[in-house]
């Protein structure tokens, strides 16, 4: 687990202009973000729009990223989908493609048992050929709630290494680090990266690193050199962002922001993803030529 902590960008999916995935695009913004000082890419997540792609197009994503990638940076594979089936087959895709760990949300839309949850996991830790698995807790998304005791039986699967923690639950976070010290737990909400680190988060896994990556960067390195009036500054020029993208939409306004800071062609999500315009391209086009400058 220590060599997947650290701070993973959820990489974005760069389209063209017709909606299909734009290679060259997604080899900018990998270097783009690697070059910010962030440690890896956790590829095919929400903010990959991985669930708005068909199966072929989340295989290529995979694929791209790490050819993209060069050997540079951990890189985790987010497999998770409505059944086992595709799951398993991206999670088999993840094992010959040269990645590190995959990462799974739950089952979604069905009402599923807790054991057939339980089964899901274990056949993806299966199918990843012996890659760690990163189990994604994301209530507010999957509307999967998970109390204390349902993650630990999720920790004891054989092959389950840690969790990407995507909740403002921070009681919960510092109980899985007391209660399981030796497991990954990484931070999903950027807003509250600080609270998770000072929670015992071993890094994280955010959206807007892949539009300021060296501000996290700095956060982190200033949390551990214990400048937490420091670090808490730079939580703060995060925030200020990240309140625009919130009120905007934080999919689509990451978009709009890569494509005026010139590292994408197009702003455009995946329907019914909004599209921005007006007000908002108005506010965001100031954020983007601040993060420009730096
Ligand atoms: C993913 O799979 O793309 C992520 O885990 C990114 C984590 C993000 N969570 C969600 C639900 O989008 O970066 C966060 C989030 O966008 C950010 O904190 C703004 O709320």
Redesign the pocket.
Known sequence: PPALAGLHA??ATPYDADGAIAPACLERLIDFILGQGIDGL?VG????E?LLQSTEEREQVLHLAAEAAQGRGVLIG?VGSVGTREAQRLAKLCASAGYHAVSA?PPIYFQHSKAGILSYYQDIAEAADGLPVIV?N?P??SGVQFSLGDLEALLAIPGVVGM?Q?SIDMYQMEQLHRLHPEKLLLN?????LLAGIASGANGG?????NIMGARYVELLRRFRAGDNAGALEMQGRCNAV?DA??THG??PS?KYLLYRMKIIATPVCRAPLDRIDGAAARALDAIAAELSAE
């Open positions: 959820a990489l956790y997540g929400s903010t990959g991985a987010q949300i994604y994301i507010k998304l990407k995507t999903g909400f950027d807003e509250m896994v955010g959206s807007t690193y990240l993208l919130v934080v999919f990451l």
